[in-house]
């Protein structure tokens, strides 16, 4: 009973943050160009847009794809090349089997395969919820790629793991991802239709269905399944990010909530900027995609990255 609730409480959780069809939405999916890269057996999709300028790449988190970045890719490719990639087991790239192929460092390589592939030795990295994970996770792995970093609502790991230890209302906002621990897509009954509940305009819906049927919803699991802490939750050692690092946060998001941010500078060597926005949820860059658009054009160029 407890798993059934979960799964319909899902959908309605993630309408706190409904999303809103920024203009030009359509033209920027009919408008990218769309890449394939092996990564060690592993064939890894991204879109692209823009052709000129220093390189971004972008990374969805759950349940998302590439398409979530559309309103950035817009703003941002007049002044970037700027690059969205599916993450394994999303839309048009691979979904390995075995929850070990989603391990942090893996994903971390796609993203290092796929700034190879696009003709670069370093990029900015950009990344949301899982995609946050995958992009705290390269910057430490990969340094010296690593131009800038920017982190939307995604707590640094050791912050996280300090929530769930000494915060009950985080380790309660977190009980979603225990029961995705341990539960097939069947058994919560999710489907396609049920992870694009949260998307509020109908076209950016239809494809967002599209793109979960083509998705593996077991493969979307596996990241909660060899990623998420686990109890006791034990600080763990790891070396600061080296790049200047941008993070946003919308307050309103149930999942990760904000006391999260606390102490995130500990951990970064150079300059760290933190940009909370109070009505925005967990899709902070479609929630709040102007501002967070702005934002990130105003910070590269005071970063000298133009």
């Given at each position: 009973m407890m798993i059934r609730a979960v799964s319909l409480l899902l959908p309605l959780l993630l309408l706190v943050a409904p999303q809103r069809a920024p203009a030009g939405a359509v033209?920027?999916?009919?408008?990218?160009?769309?890449?394939?890269?092996?990564?060690?057996?592993?064939?890894?999709?991204?879109?692209?847009?823009?052709?000129?300028?220093?390189?971004?790449?972008?990374?969805?988190?759950?349940?998302?794809?590439?398409?979530?970045?559309?309103?950035?890719?817009?703003?941002?490719?007049?002044?970037?090349r700027v690059v969205a990639l599916d993450q394994r087991g999303y839309n048009l790239s691979d979904a390995p089997s075995g929850a070990e192929q989603y391990d942090l460092g893996l994903l971390a390589s796609d993203v290092a395969a796929v700034i190879h592939d696009a003709g670069e030795e370093k990029a900015v990295v950009i990344g949301h919820d899982w995609g946050g994970a995958v992009a705290w996770t390269f910057a430490i792995a990969y340094p010296a790629m690593t131009q800038r970093l920017i982190i939307l609502n995604l707590p640094h790991p050791r912050c996280l793991l300090r929530e769930l230890r000494d915060n009950p209302a985080q380790l309660a906002a977190s009980e979603y991802a225990?029961?995705?621990?341990?539960?097939?897509?069947?058994?919560?009954?999710?489907?396609?239709?049920?992870?694009?509940?949260?998307?509020?305009?109908?076209?950016?819906?239809?494809?967002?269905?599209?793109?979960?049927?083509?998705?593996?919803?077991?493969?979307?699991?596996?990241?909660?399944?060899?990623?998420?802490?686990?109890?006791?939750?034990?600080?763990?050692?790891?070396?600061?990010?080296?790049?200047?690092?941008?993070m946003?946060?919308?307050?309103?998001?149930?999942?990760?909530?904000?006391?999260?941010?606390?102490?995130?500078?500990?951990?970064?060597?150079?300059?760290?900027?933190?940009?909370?926005?109070?009505?925005?949820?967990?899709?902070?860059?479609?929630?709040?995609?102007?501002?967070?658009?702005?934002?990130?054009a105003y910070w590269l160029a005071a970063e000298g990255v133009r």
């Open positions: 033209d920027v999916f009919t408008r990218v160009t769309h890449h394939y890269v092996d990564n060690n057996g592993v064939r890894i999709h991204y879109a692209s847009l823009g052709r000129r300028g220093p390189l971004l790449v972008m990374i969805h988190g759950f349940p998302d794809f590439w398409y979530s970045w559309r309103d950035q890719m817009a703003a941002l490719s007049h002044r970037y225990r029961t995705f621990q341990t539960k097939s897509a069947a058994e919560l009954g999710l489907t396609a239709e049920a992870l694009a509940g949260w998307v509020s305009d109908p076209v950016a819906r239809a494809h967002y269905v599209e793109a979960f049927r083509r998705s593996d919803i077991d493969a979307m699991l596996n990241y909660y399944k060899r990623n998420y802490p686990r109890a006791p939750y034990d600080d763990i050692a790891l070396p600061n990010v080296q790049a200047p690092v941008l946003f946060h919308g307050l309103a998001d149930p999942f990760l909530l904000p006391a999260a941010v606390d102490g995130t500078w500990q951990y970064v060597a150079q300059g760290f900027t933190l940009v909370t926005v109070p009505d925005a949820g967990h899709f902070v860059q479609q929630d709040a995609s102007k501002l967070v658009s702005r934002r990130i």
